[in-house]
């Protein structure tokens, strides 16, 4: 399966990299997590590389786990979570600044894919972040839990996220400080490119920003660091 099913890449100048993703509504199986590991590698390879920008396209960011793969290959549920461990584990240590560009929804393991970023700019005009796990029925792994809580600061919102499923609008989400900006769907990434230049300038971050990144993580990822 090549890359390009999921992916498209873009290189832009100040050492600003865009991931796209374009696989419909970019739900999380093992091919996406091999293609996504293949091009985190490249990029963190390329020396000249300073910030990362991670993108949708359409009505989603990320709709979660692949649950139709799932159903086809029930024996292999193992796999697709630890793939998933994995890869957010990287995202959330990462030598660059990683932005969620979220362009639509991010639902369950979308949603917390993109909490495993550092940062978080969301289309104001339409998208909800959902954790709907209660309602399916599934509990969080270790893992996962520790991505939220480690992520979603605010005890009422991290509360609501994971016992009421809550769907979080752009308004509120960026209220209690689940998304940094907003804004209309035409201006995401605009708005990811310049604050990405913003925190582009300084080669040094390179060599620090994934251990300050692990250092911050606390004790909630513990688990996620067991995967790297």
């Known amino acids: ?20 993703m374009k696989n419909g509504e970019n739900r999380l199986k093992p091919a996406f997590y091999t293609a996504l590991n293949e091009l985190l590698e490249k990029i963190e390879r390329d020396f000249d590389s300073r910030v990362l920008i991670i993108s949708g396209q359409g009505k989603y960011w990320s709709n979660g786990l692949d649950l139709d793969w799932l159903a086809e290959n029930k024996t292999q549920t193992e796999d697709l979570l630890n793939g998933f461990h994995r890869t957010a584990a990287r995202l959330m240590s990462y ?72 769907r979080w609008n752009a308004q509120d989400a960026l209220k209690v400080g689940i998304v940094d900006a907003i804004a209309p769907e035409k201006e995401v990434m605009p708005k990811a490119m310049e604050f990405a230049k913003s ?30």
């Open 95 to 166: 030598p660059l600044p990683i932005i969620a560009a979220l362009n639509g929804h991010a639902f369950a393991g979308g949603f917390m894919l993109a909490l495993a970023c550092d940062f978080r700019i969301f289309r104001s005009d339409r998208g909800f972040l959902c954790l709907p796990e209660v309602d399916l029925g599934m509990p969080l792994t270790p893992g996962m839990r520790g991505i939220v809580e480690a992520k979603i600061k605010d005890p009422i919102a991290y509360r609501d996220s994971i016992l009421l499923g809550k």
């Open 1 to 20: 399966i090549s890359m390009e099913e999921f992916f498209a890449f873009e290189s832009h100048e100040d050492g600003i990299r865009v991931i796209i």
């Open 199 to 228: 925190i582009a300038s300084k080669e040094s971050k390179k060599g620090v920003f994934g251990r300050l990144k692990t250092e911050m993580l606390g004790q909630g990822a513990d688990e996620l660091r067991s995967k790297l």
